[in-house]
């Protein structure tokens, strides 16, 4: 379903962050305008991240329109 397929690109996009030297401060932070995915910091800044995925199949049809 799409809130497992999201659960596994937020996965993935932390995994990259890390790789890439972001501390990961807080995922799902949420309030009442809305949800942010990932809080992070690299270096001197704090970076706000939303990550969007998409199926093979979906990608594939948005290619072709």
């Given at each position: 379903n799409s809130k497992e397929l999201g659960?596994?690109?937020e996965r993935h996009a932390v995994n990259y962050l890390k790789g890439k030297k972001y501390e990961?401060?807080?995922l799902n932070f949420s309030?009442?305008?809305g949800e942010i995915d990932i809080i992070a910091?690299?270096?001197n800044s704090i970076v706000f991240i939303e990550v969007k995925t998409r199926s093979q199949q979906s990608s594939e049809?948005?290619?072709k329109q």
């Open positions: 659960a596994i690109g990961i401060l807080q309030c009442p305008y910091r690299h270096k049809k948005a290619w």
